[in-house]
């Protein structure tokens, strides 16, 4: 432990005294105050444009500058025959590894602590987050499956459709349609559906929905949504997406689990619940939630500097920097690729080689990819302790793997 | 007395991206060091010395051959545990003080805080640095790095020390300390693997000596058993054949 806790001491020195912690320090004090004046000018929306553009780019750039730190860390010290001193003594390597990664991982961590204060400082003070709750439903998939085998025996065009593609794109196909399902309340009528998990103690509640017709239109909207007693309407004929905050309580009608819609309009009004609608109660103070994000951003920090450490450990400093920055590109572009989810029969040979790869590319970066601290922020959404574990778990598991991996490589890699 | 270093049949040979042979560096190489012993791995260069060091060290894998530190495999924690080296440059991390350098290396021994501090002290004064103890490496003349880095690999008090080019930028007053300074480490039983091109400094340290040329030992022997002074009898070996040709424009 001795020798694990000197590692960290020494990569912590090395940053402090290359000044490159005060650097990062300046560069974002200078980003978050140069930037928040040119957003200025925006007026509206203030608080999710500093959030998306300040935030997001902070730690985009902390990303970047360490993950390419990282791949320089072991890299760098190789090259400068400094490793071998420490590889000769009695530690395990991938202990040099472990530590390395968990310093480079701290020093980051401090830096996007220190751009979430200033953000707290601008934008955040008094401002609270909502926890988002959706309607229980059924498994997407589970029910694509059985709409799939039911499909299979009773539909000839079906089968024939299915036969030319393979399970899985016809399954993902069928979970599509399930997520995209309208349901349409009609005049004068109402319609529930059922929300798990509130808090018996919540009491600021609002909906968050979008009414849409099967054109992707927008319509002329007038109801009125109730849960446990709390009501809100809404009346207006231009917009699809609103926020209803549910401020009127009537007496009785607490408790229950059931969120329920009544449309006030003389035609049918449609949603996509899966999709588009959701209950939120207010949870707490925009300082927490930043603090919980910044969990998130720590742990996804470590998971791309473990990266960096075991691509520092295997190749010269540039390719490892290029293949870290190449990995950040190719966890950015890959998601929206897949979600577009071109159909591979319209493909030809190359794109379709070109899609797999994506799939690919998408699926070993999702553990970095799928956590979105900052996307949260932005639409004041509780970082749910649930997300965080997640986080956590992910960012250890790939901190042993990276360094396991990267012990193996500096143990095998010959130094010549 | 048992040997603290055995080489058998060692070979290596670097090759290049695509794997072809570029330089077989080290060619069935056999010697042993006994504990308590200085001894020498000379060489021109070029001759394999470095590339057998790095072997030694484990942070080379031999082509074919045994290299056991202790009678174990340089690669595990219990033989790098009882392992100090002094490089031929001294690599030190420029951005840390000479205190907190030996501290550093103290605790990758696994020493605990209070031992650490102690020995780093001692070997400040011993190698006469305690005044600039707190001042950066990256700042020092390279005769005061070698000292650090000498400092460096005794800290964990090892049975064996690998020292390569241990004399290389000292002036004359420090050599000498340094080959006293063995001296009485291996009074101390300490077990001692040098290479020099300074033939001088061999002679007057070591016990016995291999002597490489193009990867092949040439000659290996106690320095007395060599029949003649080392610096001859090296000539003898590895200058065969090997002069200047003055280029036609300097003459």
Not at chain 2, 10 to 29: E, N
């Amino acid at each position: 432990m001795r020798a694990f806790f000197q590692i960290i001491k020494l990569e912590l020195l090395s940053a402090l005294r290359s000044k490159t912690m005060l650097i990062f320090a300046v560069a974002v004090s200078l980003w978050m105050t140069l930037g928040r004046n040119i957003l200025k000018g925006a007026e509206s929306n203030m608080y999710q444009l500093s959030v998306r553009y300040l935030l997001g780019i902070a730690f985009s750039v902390v990303l970047v500058s360490l993950g390419s730190a990282a791949a320089g860390a072991l890299s760098s010290d190789r090259a400068a025959k400094r490793l071998q001193l420490t590889m000769i003594r009695p530690v395990p390597h991938f202990v040099i590894a472990t530590a390395r990664s968990l310093a480079i991982t701290l020093y980051g961590s401090l830096i996007i602590a220190f751009s979430l204060l200033m953000l707290w400082a601008f934008e955040g003070r008094g401002r609270m987050c909502d926890r988002v709750f959706s309607p229980v439903f059924e498994d997407a998939r589970r029910v694509a499956e059985e709409g799939y085998d039911r499909l299979y025996e009773t539909n000839a065009k079906f089968r024939e459709w299915a036969d030319q593609n393979d399970r899985e794109f016809c399954l993902k196909y069928l979970e599509d349609d399930i997520l995209n399902e309208y349901v349409t309340v009609d005049p004068g009528k109402s319609m529930s559906w059922e929300i798990r998990g509130v808090p018996d103690d919540a009491e600021d509640f609002g909906v968050r929905v979008r009414f849409i017709d099967f054109f992707g239109r927008p319509g002329s909207v007038a109801g009125k949504f109730t849960f446990r007693g709390f009501s809100g309407s809404v009346d207006n004929p231009v917009r699809s997406r609103f926020y209803v905050p549910l401020n009127v309580r009537s007496s009785g009608g607490s408790g229950g689990s059931a969120l329920e819609f009544h449309n006030n309009t003389d035609i049918p009004l449609s949603l996509q619940p899966r999709k588009d609608l959701h209950l939120l109660a207010r949870s707490d103070s925009f300082a927490w939630n930043a603090f919980r994000a910044w969990l998130v951003m720590t742990a996804v920090l470590l998971i791309v500097v473990s990266a960096g450490v075991f691509f520092g450990a295997c190749l010269g400093r540039g390719v490892a920097v290029f293949s870290v920055i190449s990995l950040l590109i190719v966890m950015v572009v890959s998601p929206a690729t897949v979600e577009d989810y071109p159909d591979p029969m319209s493909l030809n040979a190359v794109s379709r080689l070109g899609l797999k790869a994506s799939e690919f590319s998408a699926w070993v970066t999702s553990p970095v990819g799928r956590f979105s601290p900052v996307s949260a922020l932005e639409s004041e959404e509780r970082v749910e302790w649930s997300e965080i574990g997640d986080a956590a778990m992910a960012g250890v598991f790939y901190l042993v793997l990276f360094s396991f991996l990267s012990g193996l490589t500096m143990s095998r890699k010959q130094d010549d | 007395m048992s040997n603290v270093i055995e080489v058998e049949s060692v070979s290596k040979t670097f090759r290049d991206f695509w794997f072809r042979p570029t330089v077989k560096a080290v060619d069935q190489l056999s010697f042993s060091v006994a504990e308590g012993e200085v001894f020498g791995l000379l060489g021109p260069n070029g001759s394999g010395k470095s590339t057998t060091i790095k072997m030694l060290l484990g942070l080379l894998n031999p082509d074919s051959g045994n290299v056991k530190l202790f009678g174990k495999s340089p690669k595990t924690l219990a033989a790098r545990s009882d392992l100090g080296y002094l490089p031929e440059l001294s690599y030190l991390h420029p951005f840390l003080t000479a205190k907190e350098t030996l501290r550093y290396y103290g605790g990758l021994c696994g020493l605990d805080s209070k031992t650490s501090r102690r020995r780093t002290r001692e070997l400040l004064e011993m190698v006469g640095l305690a005044d600039v103890a707190n001042r950066a490496v990256g700042g020092f003349s390279k005769g005061m790095a070698r000292r650090v880095a000498f400092a460096s690999a005794l800290i964990g008090k090892p049975r064996l020390l690998v020292l390569d080019e241990p004399t290389s930028g000292l002036d004359p007053v420090s050599t000498n300390e340094v080959k006293t300074l063995v001296k009485e480490l291996v009074k101390g039983g300490m077990t001692v693997l040098m290479t020099s091109h300074l033939l001088g400094d061999a002679e007057d340290i070591c016990d016995r000596v291999v002597i490489l040329n193009r990867g092949v030992k040439v000659a290996e022997g106690a320095i007395g058993e060599l029949g003649s002074s080392l610096s001859d009898f090296f000539l003898a070996k590895v200058g065969e054949g090997r002069k200047f040709e003055m280029a036609e424009f300097l003459k």
